[in-house]
């Protein structure tokens, strides 16, 4: 018996209040308005930034609400007027929808579409209502995705159809993570073969951009974490050499200086910590270094710079999902991934049934993971 156009009743992991864990509860999830596409989430990936959001760094964000931004999962339904996809299509819902009419969207260098929700965090659909309610409570979007749940409802702009013959459960990092560190450094960056690099912080993001350098030819990557036991991995995903901050009475960035004769050509900040971005811009050489600033700090953090750093002739970069436009891009990442262009396998080092979820996040705040995927 056919769903489409029914309210669907389905699991979903309710972040009912700030810093408190998931509520896995029943939800309703109404069908798709205009423009709108109804999707069963098989798998998602657990974002650092989904517990940003958690935890109240990001300014602005509602509660209720149903967090997750990095999935895949099929077409259920579809809207009135939805021409891109149709019910059974693989699809990846995109935290980053892009309307391909605004100037950001009609601009060869930009990806951030003036309807993208990150920064306003006002968590509905663009009518500015929701389709998730639960006990009667109106349930806030996230990222224009929500993947913490067996059904989402996106709008047409945050969807793109993907090869079916895809692993959902590895190109579901192609939403965020993967697509954000690799890209950085692909199109942001620019990195030229024979260039050097330094990635600081090798969790999802950090490590996707490890691929991206190793994709780009460059000749040392140079990978800094606190934590050691990020090392094996990077090092088998492309850095030359991993140092951690902890083992010398310098600053990593003196450190790094003295490594490479004046600093790198590159270097990519896949934290979120203010300090370690001046740090991330001081490691690369001052006169034609470029920092690419790619972690997100909490919302009320300041990055506090001596002006001389920049004039001396360094260049900084920041981009939002590695400046790729989404929906135009992402069916090519799939088919690299593929190809195996890139180990997007190697990111997973861990599955967990979705009612694990509080599970997945432990495993991220602890350092344990490089991603969670959640089975659906
Ligand atoms: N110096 C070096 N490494 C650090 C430091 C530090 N001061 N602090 C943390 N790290 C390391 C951690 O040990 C970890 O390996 O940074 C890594 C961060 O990885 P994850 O926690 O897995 O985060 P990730 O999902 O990769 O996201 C990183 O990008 O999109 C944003 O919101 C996201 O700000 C977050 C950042
Ligand atoms: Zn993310
Ligand atoms: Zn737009």
Same mark, same amino acid.
């Given at each position: ?93 995109? *935290? ?5 009419? *605004? ?30 309610? *639960? ?233 344990? *993971? ?7």
């Amino acid at each position: 018996m056919s769903t489409a156009g029914k309210v669907i009743k389905c699991r979903a992991a309710v972040a009912w209040e700030l810093k408190k864990p998931f509520v896995i509860e029943e939800i309703e999830v109404a069908p798709p308005k205009a423009h709108e596409i109804r999707i069963k989430i098989y798998n998602s990936g657990i974002c650092h930034t989904d517990n940003h959001a958690l935890v109240g760094g990001m300014a602005g964000v509602k509660f209720p609400i149903i967090l997750g931004h990095e999935g895949a999962g099929i077409v259920e339904s579809v809207g009135e007027g939805v021409k891109s996809v149709k019910p059974g299509d693989h699809v990846i819902p995109l *935290c980053s929808p892009m309307c391909m009419e *605004c100037p950001c969207c009609l601009h060869p260098d930009s990806n951030f579409c003036v309807k993208n929700d990150v920064g306003k965090n006002v968590g509905l659909m663009l009518d500015k209502t929701s389709r998730f309610s *639960c006990k009667g409570k109106l349930i806030h979007n996230f990222m224009s995705s929500s993947t913490f749940t067996e059904y989402t409802v996106v709008d047409e702009i945050a969807c793109v159809k993907i090869d079916p013959k895809a692993p959902m459960d590895q190109v579901c990092l192609i939403g965020c993570g993967f697509s954000t560190g690799y890209g950085t450094v692909l199109n942001t960056a620019k990195v030229p073969p024979g260039a050097t690099c330094a990635v600081f912080g090798l969790g999802g993001i950090g490590m996707s951009a490890v691929m991206g350098c190793k994709v780009s030819g460059a000749k040392r990557i140079i990978g800094i974490d606190i934590n050691k036991g990020k090392f094996a991995i990077a090092k088998e995903l492309g850095c030359t050499e991993c140092l951690d901050p902890n083992d010398f009475d310098k600053p990593i960035h003196e450190v790094i200086v003295e490594m490479t004769n004046g600093g790198v050509d590159y270097s990519f900040e896949c934290i979120g910590n203010v300090e370690v971005m001046a740090s991330t811009i001081l490691a690369s050489h001052y006169s034609y270094g470029v920092a690419n600033i790619i972690g997100v700090p909490p919302s009320t953090a300041r990055l506090s710079i001596d002006v001389m750093w920049l004039l001396t002739g360094r260049t900084l970069n920041g981009a939002f999902l590695g400046d790729w436009k989404a929906p135009v891009s992402f069916p090519g990442l799939v088919q690299d991934a593929m190809k195996k262009k890139f180990d997007l396998g190697a990111l997973v080092t861990h599955k967990l049934p979705f009612e694990k979820i509080n599970e997945g996040f432990d495993l991220m705040n602890h350092g344990k *993971c490089i991603r969670t995927v959640l089975d659906f």
